[in-house]
């Protein structure tokens, strides 16, 4: 069956360390991977795509690596911040091009 | 404000009422689509629209489910004889189209909270 995992248990980091998120997904080809951040109440917000042929992408603190061997995502934050804080979500975008296949999300905390 | 809007926010009903649910995509975002989301879990896609036609509906659960968007700009999801199921946030996103194909980043509303009682 087709699954997309992300880690169900809250991360909790210290502030000023990497905070490093899995999405690991099955039987799944995906075009494109997506993460977004999503703040309780509110709609998610598109961060960072990275394309099937495309090892990492970055953006500011944020760095995405994509390992279609292993069928995996990491989504690291550098430097992490309270405002960090929230669930993030990966996304994965088939041939369809406009289709999302979303994980369950996981919840970061970072602490002061 | 330039974003995706949502009304209401906030629903309650009762079990076999009828909803419905409005979303006002980014001026000019001819892609529509509408996703459900269930505490603790990812968006479910229900339906996709490019322009006022629906050209994905495969995720709609049933037929009590219904999404229009006669004018290729406000879409409107409507629920018959609502279940206590159905208790969910509703989110609609909006994207440009593409000519060259490829991925168009999608752009959330904050959802509307149906919770039906």
């Known amino acids: 069956s087709q699954k997309i995992e992300q880690n169900s248990e809250a991360l909790n980091i210290q502030e000023g360390k990497t905070a490093t998120l899995t999405c690991n997904y099955t039987n799944y080809s995906p075009a494109y991977l997506q993460w977004y951040r999503q703040d309780p109440g509110r709609g998610p917000v598109f961060l960072l795509l990275?394309?099937?042929n495309e090892k990492e992408k970055r953006k500011e603190r944020l760095k995405v690596t994509f390992d279609t061997t292993l069928k995996q995502s990491l989504f690291h934050i550098t430097a992490s911040q309270p405002a960090d804080s929230a669930t993030y979500l990966c996304a994965l975008v088939t041939d369809s091009n406009y289709q999302l296949i979303w994980g369950a999300g996981t919840k970061l905390i970072i602490k002061p | 404000g330039a974003g995706v809007s949502q009304t209401p926010s906030n629903k309650v009903t009762e079990k076999g009422k009828y909803v419905e649910l409005r979303c006002d995509p980014i001026?000019?975002?001819?892609?529509l689509y509408w996703y459900r989301q269930s505490l603790g879990q990812g968006p479910e896609f229900l339906i996709y629209f490019q322009g006022t036609g629906a050209a994905d509906d495969s995720g709609l659960p049933n037929d009590r489910f219904f999404a229009v968007r006669p004018e290729g700009s406000v879409s409107t999801l409507k629920i018959q004889r609502t279940e206590r199921g159905d208790s969910a946030v509703y989110l609609c996103a909006s994207s440009s189209a593409g000519t060259s194909g490829g991925y168009n980043e999608q752009f959330f509303g904050p959802g509307t909270r149906l919770t039906v009682l």
């Open positions: 001026s000019g975002h001819t892609a």
């Open positions: 990275i394309r099937e």
